[in-house]
């Protein structure tokens, strides 16, 4: 609480130039009196921006050092927070901060390796090629001819992010507890998912770990290839791992003059958003153009793997249905899901959430097919949550930001193309297999079930045949095993049968 207090004044100041007092008090959800002193401060202190209050909001965000940055950034995805343009407008949060010295680069290395670079190295280049908030990157050639880039943490920032993560979570306790309906918003759930991703960050081992899973995944899938991991090199605060060589996805221009089909390209991106998503439930969240190279060979390559989303499978065929749903334009198909799933409360009438949600995406839905941005729908919806008391699920509003991204990337590419009915289509058809597969499984648990309910009187006659058994007199008693062969197979055969009523 001591840190809360004597942090809040310095970070108000900035992010009340930022404007943030002015959206915080559009909350219904706050108290009137906050709302009212918020306005004030705001009228006060805050910076006139009136076309984009966004971007005053991310440079004192980008003031306040690598933790707001980064908090920014997962702001960005918290539309029902935020709004859909603020939000929007945090997603271009520049990552970027000036190096720290190769000649301390080279002082990490040695100590996280225990040897000399040159034990290690044929040549380590100290200017680095890349300095976010967090890392930095140099490139290296390793003693066998193997070029790599290696990834180094800043000095110091596990302690800042800390700090930072402390006074995220102190005040989005403070919120929720001077304004508990606040608490369906899951403020501190958003915060505990900003500290697990940070530690991801922060650990270069768990990153390496989540390459290798993606790099799995892919292995049978051809066009799509994640680069390997140097793990003797590899340490907490040292990620070393397969340089790319190759062109940017962005970089239309170039693909075209090395003679990339840019179709192909927008269909593997296509497949590689669908097998992440849907059929592995596990995918890259941190998907700009610049995070995605294109080999000379046409192949995909995603790079930095910091950030990662996880679905389990009740939430990937939840998405599939509102995804089918959203592109049919049945609204209110996409109400009853959000009901059937828990998201709204009982109380909410579905029709008028399905009007609601009618009015905010048709001007999106209206657009010809190839502009339709998905993404942008899904925060739409979720920027409901306020009205309508939905319960924001973290791990789609992380999908929805990826979603945005995707469509961005796959938009720079090939303006004439619309990845989602190839995703569509792919996600259909592993849904209804994903269906039989789950019809399958109930029909064996409701035999099992039956049979579960049956044995006891299996049970009971073979105890009574036991029992008879041992009161026949002893010149009675069968002195050949048939009879115990005889039980085994009749159990056995009610056991079967039963399995297969």
């Not at 509003?397 to 004439?416: F, H, I, S, W």
């Amino acid at each position: 609480m001591l840190m809360l207090i004597f942090r809040l004044p310095i970070v108000a100041w900035h992010l009340s130039r930022g404007g943030i007092f002015g959206h915080l008090a559009e909350m219904s959800l706050l108290p009137i009196w906050l709302r009212q002193f918020m306005r004030m401060l705001n009228s006060i202190i805050a910076k006139r921006n009136p076309e984009r209050p966004g971007i005053a909001l991310a440079s004192a965000l980008t003031a306040l050092g690598p933790g707001f940055i980064k908090f920014g950034q997962a702001l960005s995805t918290r539309a029902d927070l935020m709004g859909a343009d603020v939000a929007r407008d945090l997603a271009t949060l520049q990552d970027q901060l000036p190096p720290f010295a190769g000649s301390q680069a080279r002082r990490i290395l040695e100590r996280e390796w225990g040897q000399s670079i040159e034990d290690c190295c044929l040549h380590f280049d100290e200017t680095p090629v890349a300095a976010a908030s967090i890392a930095q990157v140099h490139f290296a050639t390793l003693l066998d001819g193997r070029d790599v880039a290696v990834k180094i943490l800043r000095p110091g920032i596990r302690h800042r992010m800390e700090r930072d993560i402390k006074f995220f979570m102190a005040m989005a306790r403070f919120v929720e507890t001077i304004a508990p309906h606040t608490k369906r918003l899951k403020l501190v759930h958003a915060v505990e998912q900003f500290a697990h991703y940070s530690d991801v960050e922060l650990d270069l081992r768990l990153e390496a770990a989540s390459a290798g899973k993606l790099r799995d995944n892919h292995a049978q899938d051809d066009g799509i290839y994640v680069p390997e991991i140097e793990w003797p090199l590899t340490t907490e605060f040292v990620l070393v791992i397969e340089k790319i060589e190759g062109t940017r996805i962005d970089d239309r221009e170039s693909l075209l003059a090395k003679g990339h089909d840019i179709d192909a390209i927008t269909a593997i991106a296509a497949k590689s958003f669908f097998f992440q998503v849907f059929r592995d439930g596990f995918f890259h969240a941190d998907m700009h153009p610049g995070n995605i190279f294109i080999r000379d060979d046409g192949v995909l390559v995603p790079i930095d793997f910091g950030i990662m989303g996880d679905l389990n499978l009740q939430d990937r065929l939840f998405l599939v249905q509102l995804l089918n749903a959203i592109l049919d334009r049945d609204y209110d198909m996409v109400a009853q899901l959000h009901r059937d799933a828990g998201m709204i409360g009982a109380d909410v009438p579905v029709e008028g959430f399905a009007q609601a949600i009618r009015a905010v995406t048709e001007p999106i839905m209206d657009q010809p097919m190839g502009d339709v941005s998905l993404g942008a729908v899904l925060g739409q919806i979720f920027g409901l949550a306020r009205r309508y008391e939905v319960e924001v699920q973290p791990q789609f509003t992380l999908l929805q930001k990826t979603m945005g991204m995707a469509e961005g990337v796959a938009r720079q590419l090939n303006p004439d193309a619309n990845m989602w009915p190839i995703a569509r289509d792919l996600a259909s058809d592993w849904a209804q297999d994903q269906s039989g597969l789950l019809s399958q499984i109930s029909m064996i648990a409701d035999k099992t079930l039956a049979f579960g309910m049956r044995l006891p009187g299996l049970l009971d006659r073979a105890e009574a045949i036991l029992n008879q058994m041992e009161s026949q007199k002893p010149e009675e008693k069968p002195t050949s095993p048939l009879v115990w062969i005889v039980l085994g197979a009749g159990v056995t055969a009610a056991i079967a049968m039963a399995l297969t009523v």
